[in-house]
């Protein structure tokens, strides 16, 4: 097969100032993951690559940089999974790792269980060679001023949490490598100003990323409570395998979930066959695409 690498950078207003940031992050995660399956490498090891870039970059809120919950600190979610296989790795809720992507990779590797939360995923983490971080580590003043300026507002007139236009920049990636399997991978700091311990859709097979061999992998980014109340990742996916093309079900997906539960988010989704589809009803969504043919990236735009 020829490899495909796909990947996100979070659908939101992104505001114009921010938009070369978002094009370089989404372009050096497609550098990382090509070098992978341009060496005959997985797609899983793709995917794994393409998202540490992203949660390095604190332009993303993934690893450093993320949103602050209502305590002020970062909180993580991420989810790893292999379509040959359907082993999956995720960790929820942990404040001490730079890469929870690579703790998902360790889980999904190494241990029976499929998920880890809080201070037994860290554990785990540590035990399995990944060093720890202070959560002070992960914090940025970008993001203490951002809390700081939303609980001032909160106080006076209720700000919508989950308007499109607040930030939900979720990283994601998918990819087909030359063996012919898929894997997705999805890394969050979740939404600002979440209460302590709120889990969303990233880290929770079939709704922020799914990936089977025998229908579809997916990344999904957006308002998370609506992404997992359709299994939306899951529901894509299955569609995938019952004819459709993915361009046209990732469209259907973004619609179903704004009418069924007047969600708001972005998807990025690929079959075993290299078919991809990107869709979004956010304003603005981040991704870019490599195929042995060619190499794109943009932030799209909805009016
Ligand atoms: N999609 C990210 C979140 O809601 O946590």
Not at 28 to 51: F, K, P, T, Y
């Amino acid at each position: 097969m020829d490899p495909v690498l796909l990947v996100h950078g979070g659908a939101w207003a992104i505001p114009d100032d921010m938009v070369d940031a978002h094009l370089n992050g989404v372009r050096h995660a497609i550098a990382a993951g090509w070098q992978v399956l341009n060496r005959g490498g997985s797609s899983l090891d793709a995917v794994e690559e393409a998202v540490v870039i992203m949660e390095d970059d604190q332009t993303f809120d993934a690893g450093r940089g993320s949103f602050l919950n209502r305590d002020g600190k970062v909180q993580l979610d991420a989810l790893i999974m292999e379509g040959a296989t359907l082993r999956a790795g995720g960790v929820g809720c942990v404040e001490h790792l730079r890469n929870p992507i690579r703790a998902a990779r360790k889980i999904l590797s190494e241990s029976p269980h499929v998920y880890f939360v809080a201070e037994g995923a860290e554990r785990f983490a540590a035990e399995h060679g990944i060093a720890l971080c202070k959560n002070e580590d992960l914090i940025i003043p970008r993001e203490v001023e951002r809390l700081r300026e939303f609980q001032a507002h909160a106080a006076e007139e209720k700000p919508d949490l989950f308007a499109a236009t607040l930030s939900h920049d979720t990283v994601g990636a998918v990819a087909l490598d030359a063996k012919g399997d898929i894997a997705a991978a999805t890394s969050t700091g979740g939404t600002l100003n979440k209460a302590p311990g709120r889990l969303g859709d990233s880290s929770l097979i079939g709704c922020g990323c799914y990936a089977d061999n025998k229908t579809a992998a997916a990344s999904t980014t957006g308002w998370g409570e609506p992404i997992m109340k359709l299994v939306l990742a899951k529901w894509a996916a299955d569609r995938v395998a019952s004819g459709s093309l993915p361009e046209w079900v990732a469209a259907e997906a973004i619609n179903y979930l704004q009418a069924r539960v007047n969600g708001h988010g972005g998807m990025i989704l690929l079959d075993a066959r290299g078919r991809f589809g990107i869709a979004h009803n956010t304003p603005r969504m981040a991704w870019a695409l490599k195929t042995m043919s060619e190499e794109r990236s943009g932030i799209s735009r909805q009016e």
